[in-house]
């Protein structure tokens, strides 16, 4: 375990958040931000118990102990130090993931072929890949990282991170994180998109566009990229061009807007065809909904890729049609 790995759980997971976790609640608040309350690792009918969420450390002036986090963990449950971590660190796949996504933003300046596939895509600015914390998995490596910060093999594979034999699911893939999944696409020759278990959640940062007057909604992160790169911040994202039940409840929040909706432009017709059929379930929601009609063969990353400009895309907002 390094020094830095551990100071890197602390900060993820604060210690009031931890406690409030374990049930523990605050009796009273005293100067500074800190907090006094029964301490639940002794019986006691005073609280003696202080917290102090700015500083992470506590201090019971009943029986005398205190430190951090991984202090309190060691105490509460009787373990040791690496015990602690693993307890820490092994229930929260909300952690697991954010250490994975740090990893795979830290390779994807280590790896120029994964630089090179972004810039064939058309992501040219810094500030979009790393609002968007997009990362690189080489495989092969990231299993002994985690392991370094205290996750065991069967978390990986519970989480989808690791196969049986142990070796890494994500290999010499672009990866996207997603609310509560990860989102990787091959840079070679193999099967092109890769999710881990589980629902790919919500519409993209749906958070942020939500009370925009137009929303414009594309299929793929690769041209959501793109159009946040050229301006339109009120693009989302469905990930495939079937929206879930959260997703199509998203757009049908009965907030007033108009939805675009800028899928594919298959040679085989299917993006559009999608369109088509999802603009007459949200028309039948009392959505307004209008149909943006790329050049043939393009979808909106690749518009961008080949050189057109925003003005040009305005245009097809424009001459969007129901």
């Not at 999944?181 to 959640?201: D, E, M, Q, W």
Request: one cysteine or more; a positive charge.
């Amino acid at each position: 375990m390094t020094w830095p790995a551990v100071d890197a759980l602390k900060q993820q997971i604060p210690l009031l958040e931890y406690l409030q976790s374990q049930n523990w609640k605050p009796v009273r608040r005293i100067s500074r931000g800190r907090l006094m309350g029964l301490c639940p690792l002794h019986a006691e009918q005073q609280p003696s118990f202080l917290v102090d969420p700015a500083k992470n450390l506590f201090y019971c002036y009943g029986c005398g102990r205190g430190g951090d986090l991984i202090r309190f963990v060691e105490l509460y449950f009787a373990v040791g130090f690496r015990d602690a971590m693993t307890l820490l660190r092994s229930p929260n796949r909300e952690s697991l993931l954010k250490d994975v996504v740090s990893f795979y933003q830290i390779q994807l300046h280590r790896h120029p072929e994964a630089a090179h596939y972004l810039l064939s895509r058309g992501l040219q600015q810094p500030q979009i890949i790393e609002e968007l914390a997009i990362g690189y998995a080489p495989g092969r490596c990231l299993r002994p990282w985690l392991t370094t910060l205290g996750y065991s093999l069967s978390d990986l594979q519970q989480a989808g991170l690791a196969n049986t034999a142990g070796y890494d699911t994500f290999s010499q893939r672009v990866v996207f994180p997603l609310e509560a999944n990860l989102y990787g696409r091959s840079i070679v020759n193999a099967p092109a998109h890769r999710f881990l278990p589980g629902a790919k959640g919500g519409l993209y940062a749906w958070g942020r566009v939500k009370q925009s007057p137009e929303v414009i909604l594309v299929e793929g992160l690769f041209d959501l990229a793109a159009l946040w790169q050229a301006g339109f911040r009120n693009a989302t994202c469905a990930i495939g061009s079937h929206l879930n039940a959260q997703q199509f409840q998203q757009l049908c929040d009965g907030v007033s807007r108009t939805v675009y909706l800028a899928f594919d432009s298959d040679v085989n017709g299917s993006g559009q065809q999608a369109a088509l059929q999802l603009s007459r379930r949200l028309l039948k929601e009392g959505v307004t909904v209008l149909r943006v009609e790329l050049p043939d063969g393009h979808d909106p990353n690749s518009f961008f890729a080949r050189g057109r400009e925003g003005r040009q895309f305005q245009r097809l907002l424009e001459e969007a049609v129901p």
